[in-house]
């Protein structure tokens, strides 16, 4: 339905953001960021 289209609009603009924090996270940076 078209929630699921508004999550992929979303979901295609936070992605990079996301691999970003998991990257960072697996940095350990999160000790020093308050990362959610």
Do not use: F
């Not at 508004?6 to 940095?27: F, G, M, N, T, V």
Request: a negative charge; proline letters at 11%; aromatic letters at 6%.
């Amino acid at each position: 339905g078209p929630e699921n289209n508004l999550y992929s609009q979303y979901e295609e603009k936070l992605r990079p953001c996301i691999d970003l924090i998991d990257s960072l996270r697996a940095l350990g940076v999160e000790q020093d960021l308050p990362l959610p």
